[in-house]
């Protein structure tokens, strides 16, 4: 019989986690979350003190504690366990470490016979998506990483800021890494329908060289906050719900997820951020911006750094 609840299972209730939790849970978007964590405790704790906000949300979501178990009827399993950086570490540090968490954690999703969508946020994230993807052996649409979805959610917030204009007219896109070689598209980065140069042209207090320095700012905006409190979690954790939803809704939506190349971007076998259409059967298609020659050096740039990085990592499964 067809299920008509949707279940969203979530491994790795931390920091990250239980933000997605809390958000999802004020946003009504699924009828079913259940929080699976290492720290069965942390996770249990989460999921009692989630169900007592309920009054005040906008519809039911049935929320408990629960294991791998659980995901064999799930729509979508969101995965955010494993290690964070410590400060002055980079994303790609991580690889190894979550690597290895991510196999057990993938085994056994897969033995519960799931067979729905998965969405990634670990670090490195493109690089554990790409292992999501070999590990569980779904179609490549079905597994998906968080990708530039937050460094792009900076960008516009940044850019918003700085021109004083609500950032939701903004429309901008960083791709590549989610990571240190990630890459602005400024050639086709607008403010309602208005290009950058086109709406600074008659601004005398306008100086280009703030548009490099927006970037840098989002570039390094996780280095800058885990400087100041030891992590990032709000705004992955909007972005991760806002995806939630583009899938459980069917939304269609154009979002920088980290998705499978197979020849975009003249690039193969390789998961990284770029645009792509996002619906309930995961990424529908990959929005192929044209690039210009600068900017088709730099993502080139970013596709080597991910390849050379996780080479070592995947001789060893
Ligand atoms: N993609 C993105 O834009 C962002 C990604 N992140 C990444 O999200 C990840 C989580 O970060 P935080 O929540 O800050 O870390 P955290 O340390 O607060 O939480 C990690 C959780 O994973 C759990 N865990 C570890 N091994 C597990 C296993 N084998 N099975 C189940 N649970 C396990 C831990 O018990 C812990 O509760 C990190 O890799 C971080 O870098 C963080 C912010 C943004
Ligand atoms: C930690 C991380 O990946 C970020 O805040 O961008």
């Not at 493109?126 to 490549?140: E, N, Q």
């Not at 320095?213 to 280095?223: K, T």
Request: charged share 25%; aromatic share 10%; with cysteine.
């Amino acid at each position: 019989m067809l299920r008509r609840v949707n279940r969203v299972v979530l491994i790795g209730t931390g920091f990250v986690g239980s933000s997605y939790a809390f958000a999802l849970l004020n946003q009504g978007i699924t009828e079913e979350l259940v929080l699976v964590d290492l720290n069965k405790e942390k996770a249990e704790g989460d999921a009692m003190d989630l169900n007592h906000g309920m009054p005040f949300a906008p519809s039911r979501t049935k929320i408990w504690y629960g294991d791998y178990k659980d995901c064999g009827v799930a729509d979508l399993v969101v995965i955010t366990a494993g290690a964070n950086q410590k400060p002055g570490e980079t994303r790609l540090d991580l690889v190894e470490k979550n690597t290895k968490i991510f196999k057990g954690i993938v085994d056994q999703i897969m033995d519960s016979g799931f067979n729905g969508i998965f969405l990634v946020a670990t670090n490195p994230v493109d690089i554990l998506t790409y292992a999501v993807w070999k590990f569980s052996g779904l179609p490549r649409g079905r597994v998906i990483g968080s990708g530039t979805i937050l460094d792009t959610a900076r960008f516009r917030y940044l850019l918003g800021e700085h021109f004083d204009v609500d950032t939701r007219n903004v429309h901008a896109y960083i791709i590549g890494e989610h990571g240190d070689t990630e890459l602005p598209v400024w050639s086709h980065a607008d403010i309602a329908g208005t290009t950058i140069s086109e709406w600074t042209k008659n601004k005398a207090d306008f100086n280009p060289d703030d548009l490099n320095q927006i970037f840098l700012n989002v570039r390094d905006a996780a280095y800058h906050i885990i400087e100041r409190k030891g992590a990032t979690y709000y705004g992955i954790a909007m972005g991760l719900v806002r995806l939630t939803k583009a899938i459980l809704r069917n939304e269609n939506s154009v979002l920088t997820v980290s998705a499978y190349l197979d020849g975009e971007y003249g690039h193969n076998d390789i998961y990284i951020g770029v645009p792509a259409v996002v619906n309930r059967n995961g990424v529908r298609e990959i929005v192929e911006l044209d690039l210009n020659e600068e900017e088709k050096a730099k993502f080139t740039n970013s596709v080597q750094v991910l390849k050379k990085t996780m080479e070592p990592v995947f001789k060893n499964f």
